[in-house]
């Protein structure tokens, strides 16, 4: 007869052993896990950095590269005349002169004209749009880079005027008494309108619509106390507007200064420059000052600026170059101050890079003042336009838009 043993006992030894061995074999199996995931991970992180520091070093390549040649495309055959303002316009070229503007592409191609009969006409831009008015006229047109938006009759000469990027108008019309202050659409439709005296703010010298045409920013001077006086007053034409008188919502004093030039960068950025500082302002409802820097003894030759930066043109005479441009960010800041030597020159600020030129010879730095490429132009240039791409302008010249390629 078979023994009969404790089944239970030695089921339990059996389920232990199992257990055992299948607990080492889970484990074995999650520490595989575990590693490949490890080595899947380090693989990821290692793959991520060295695109990093590739896309690292292919941008500064890209940023700091310095050109050693220039190629001069030439392009469409045109004429323009010496009486004839070159503007450049959201990278298209548009020609404006007494019998109309016309509009063409960075390729030369005319994309669109607009005839009238001006005896002084003056260009005003913001972004993609222009208004072209007549000194002391009554006629302002409107367009864009696809062409006519409409046109301002006004009933008063003009005196000054600016534009929006929807293409709102601000004008400082001249009346017998007081001047005006009109605000029209791009159609001519009148949407707001306030005077101004002598004897109250003084006479308006310069004004700047905000991009978004909500904010006006006036330049005024006038006698206070028998000193001369400047007061630079910013309009809020939305909600916040509303509910003031004139719709003035700051305005700022300055003694024994007058303050020529207004602009606005942005929809929350300004500034206006006087014969003895810079000043900045900030707010996209009710502009505060932000910043200024006192100018000594130095005369301020010329104002240069776009969306990012501010540059002041001073007279050098130094062994450091002929002139000085002192270059500010939109808070205030001076972030250069760089040298050239170039004669009558136009300044332009665009892809990082200042571009200083006059009809004979270029010189291109980046915002560190770093030459990038100098060099003379084939034949005299009326003006220079930057493109989208860092290497390749629009030259116009009396005959022909060509293009210049740096390599």
């Given at each position: 007869m078979a023994e009969v043993r404790d089944f239970s006992a030695y089921a339990g030894k059996l389920n232990s052993k199992k257990k055992s061995g299948a607990s080492g074999r889970q484990t074995s199996y999650k520490e595989k896990i575990?590693?490949?995931?490890?080595?899947?991970?380090?693989?990821?992180?290692?793959?991520?950095?060295?695109?990093?520091?590739?896309?690292?070093?292919v941008y500064i390549s890209w940023r700091d590269k310095v050109y050693s040649e220039a190629i001069t495309v030439k392009g469409v055959p045109i004429s323009i005349e010496d009486d004839t303002r070159i503007v450049s316009l959201g990278g298209h070229m548009v020609r404006c002169s007494k019998d109309g503007v016309s509009c063409y592409d960075s390729a030369g191609k005319a994309l669109w004209t607009q005839p009238y009969q001006?005896?002084?006409?003056?260009a005003r831009t913001c972004m993609n749009s222009i208004a072209i008015g007549d000194d002391?006229?009554?006629?302002?047109y409107v367009c864009d880079i696809n062409g006519l938006l409409g046109k301002v009759d006004t009933n008063m000469p003009v005196?000054?005027?600016?534009?929006?990027?929807?293409?709102?108008?601000?004008?400082?019309?001249?009346?017998?008494?007081v001047a005006w202050i009109y605000l029209y659409s791009a159609q001519g439709e009148e949407l707001a309108r306030f005077k101004t005296t002598m004897k109250g703010y003084g006479y308006p010298q310069k004004i700047s619509l905000s991009p978004n045409g909500q904010l006006l920013c006036v330049s005024y001077l006038g006698p206070e106390n028998g000193r001369v006086m400047t007061k630079v007053a910013?309009?809020?034409?939305?909600?916040?507007?509303?509910?003031?008188?004139?719709?003035l919502v700051s305005s700022y004093n300055y003694d024994n200064s007058v303050a020529p030039f207004v602009q606005f960068m942005s929809a929350d950025k300004a500034f206006s420059v006087s014969t003895d500082k810079i000043m900045f302002?900030?707010?996209?409802?009710?502009?505060?000052?932000?910043?200024?820097?006192?100018?000594?003894?130095?005369?301020?030759?010329?104002?240069?600026?776009?969306?990012s930066y501010v540059g002041l043109v001073f007279a050098e005479a130094s062994d450091k170059g002929a002139y000085r441009l002192q270059v500010y960010n939109t808070a205030g800041n001076r972030v250069l101050t760089t040298y050239f030597d170039?004669?009558?020159?136009?300044?332009?600020?665009?892809?990082?890079?200042i571009i200083i030129y006059n009809q004979n010879e270029y010189l291109i730095k980046d915002m560190?003042?770093?030459?990038k490429y100098q060099g003379e132009f084939e034949e005299p240039v009326r003006t220079m336009i930057p493109t989208g791409s860092k290497s390749n302008f629009i030259l116009a010249t009396r005959e022909s838009i060509d293009t210049l390629v740096l390599k």
């Open positions: 575990r590693s490949h995931k490890l080595k899947v991970f380090i693989r990821a992180v290692v793959i991520a950095v060295s695109c990093t520091v590739l896309v690292s070093v001006m005896q002084n006409p003056k002391n006229g009554h006629e302002i005196r000054d005027f600016c534009v929006s990027s929807q293409g709102v108008v601000a004008a400082v019309l001249d009346g017998e008494d910013f309009y809020n034409f939305g909600d916040v507007g509303k509910n003031v008188s004139e719709h302002y900030s707010g996209a409802q009710k502009p505060e000052k932000q910043a200024e820097e006192v100018i000594e003894d130095d005369e301020i030759r010329s104002v240069r600026y776009n969306d170039i004669d009558s020159a136009e300044i332009v600020f665009s892809n990082k890079q560190n003042g770093r030459i």
